[in-house]
């Protein structure tokens, strides 16, 4: 059965029980906050080891792949303005539910596997300027904070963002402008940008680089989970999501020049605070502290945007019927869905004890590009389904290169990656099974009980 239709006005607004509070430029916040703090601040380090010096390769390359993505997303989006995301648009164009119910769960995995990641990324050398703690009680504890504040509301999580995400870019221009400053002083080594590992080919290196800097892009498709909440949304989502990705995409490949620059490929590799290891490389009187608080303030958006999308795709997912009703469940005052928020909440802090950073980035990457190639398979197929209201149209090459592309990010990753994400589906499946098994009984004792009224 296909969603209800929702009636919509022009610009592709349609009624909803959460609130519409996001304006264009907290929607462009939203996204660049939530892409800006997807990994950068952790991840250089971990880049560093496939394309040793030519950091901004591999950035540009996933940036380039991402915006092919985001194409199909702004014509889905603004086409079918509902909570849900990819599973609305699967099950519109593959008329299943258990394959909308999979493109689904396959999102929602990647959230809380992502949330986890950066819970990690938050406890540890970054965490560890200030106190020194064992990692995983800190990711949990963290978590705990993120869900409070995704439970007071929509409008106080953005407000929190824009402010969290003017401070993250800050420490990204920090980077920037400290090894600048290096470089100006005669130090530093510009050679290192076109060095790659030893042995290793440029192709090769560059496409592998490409799986860990994708995850730096990775975010920009949970803006479609609140598309219920944004102000005219035809009109406001694409500008706000190409204008973000493109100034993330500039960001990152300054920091990846800068990077290379002030350091060698090991060094950074040896760090899980990269970027603090650049700072202090540089020279420049810039606090080791207050840098740590800054990456603290950036990973903890990337936490927060992330949490918020995952609660609300919970919540679409439960209001098409593909999980239990009790997900929807939406707090009186604040208008948020509380179950859903706690549901997934406590399933990131049980992943979190897989403890491996890497791991959980590449999960996260091979679990969106499923959720991606479904997304640039649909709006191909859904061409021939036309809606009343206006909405942004991609080119058809668009789709179809975004579809090759993520056939070929799949085929370089990792067989322990295949696994654990498979391992992930796999309860989605039982998750599946027994919320249709549940509901169809439900649907037997209501008709029942009507029976016996009758009677």
Request: charged share 15%.
């Amino acid at each position: 059965m296909l969603p209800t239709e929702v009636p919509t006005d022009a610009d592709g607004t349609s009624p909803t029980r959460l609130r519409r509070a996001i304006t264009g430029p907290l929607l462009f916040a939203f996204i660049l906050g939530d892409v800006l703090g997807a990994g950068i601040y952790a991840l250089m380090g971990v880049l560093g080891e496939r394309v040793g010096g030519m950091l901004w390769a591999p950035l540009l390359l996933a940036l380039l792949l991402a915006m092919l993505t985001a194409g199909s997303y702004a014509e889905l989006v603004t086409k079918y303005p509902r909570a849900g995301g990819a599973a609305v648009f699967a099950e519109r164009a593959f008329r299943n539910r258990l394959v909308s119910f999979l493109i689904g769960f396959s999102m929602l995995a990647a959230g809380v596997t992502s949330a986890a990641g950066l819970s990690l990324a938050f406890a540890g050398e970054y965490f560890r300027t200030f106190i020194d703690l064992p990692t995983i009680p800190v990711a949990i504890a963290f978590l705990a904070v993120v869900a409070l504040l995704n439970l007071r509301g929509i409008r106080e999580s953005m407000a929190a963002n824009f402010v969290m995400t003017v401070i993250e870019v800050s420490g990204l221009v920090i980077v920037v402008v400290v090894v600048a400053v290096m470089m100006a002083g005669g130090r530093g080594d510009v050679s290192r940008v076109t060095q790659l590992p030893e042995g290793a080919g440029l192709a090769t290196a560059v496409l592998g680089g490409a799986i860990i800097a994708y995850y730096s892009f990775v975010g920009f498709e949970t803006s479609a989970n609140m598309i219920e909440e944004v102000k005219k949304p035809s009109k406001t989502y694409p500008i706000a999501l190409f204008a973000a990705l493109i100034t993330a995409g500039v960001v990152y490949i300054l920091v990846g020049l800068a990077s290379a620059i002030a350091l060698p490929a090991d060094e950074l590799s040896e760090s899980s605070g990269p970027l603090l290891a650049v700072v202090e490389a540089s020279g420049v009187a810039v606090p080791s502290w207050l840098f740590s608080l800054i990456a603290l303030i950036a990973v903890a958006n990337g936490a927060l945007l992330t949490m918020i999308m995952t609660s609300r795709l919970t919540y679409g997912m439960s209001e098409q019927g593909l999980l239990p009703r009790v997900l929807s469940r939406v707090l009186p005052g604040r208008k948020t869905p509380w179950v859903a928020i706690l549901v997934t909440t406590l399933v990131a802090m049980l992943l979190t004890l897989v403890g491996d950073l890497a791991t959980l980035a590449e999960t996260v990457v091979l679990l969106l590009l499923i959720v991606f190639l479904s997304a640039n398979v649909s709006v191909l197929v859904l061409r021939r389904d036309k809606v009343e209201h206006e909405h942004f149209r991609v080119w058809t090459f668009i789709p179809v290169l975004g579809i090759a592309s993520c056939i070929l990010l799949l085929t370089q990753q990792r067989p322990i990656v295949w696994l654990f994400a498979a391992a992930l589906l796999a309860v989605g499946v039982v998750l599946y099974v027994a919320s249709q098994w549940g509901r169809r009984r439900e649907t037997r004792t209501a008709e029942s009980a009507a029976e016996e009224r009758t009677n």
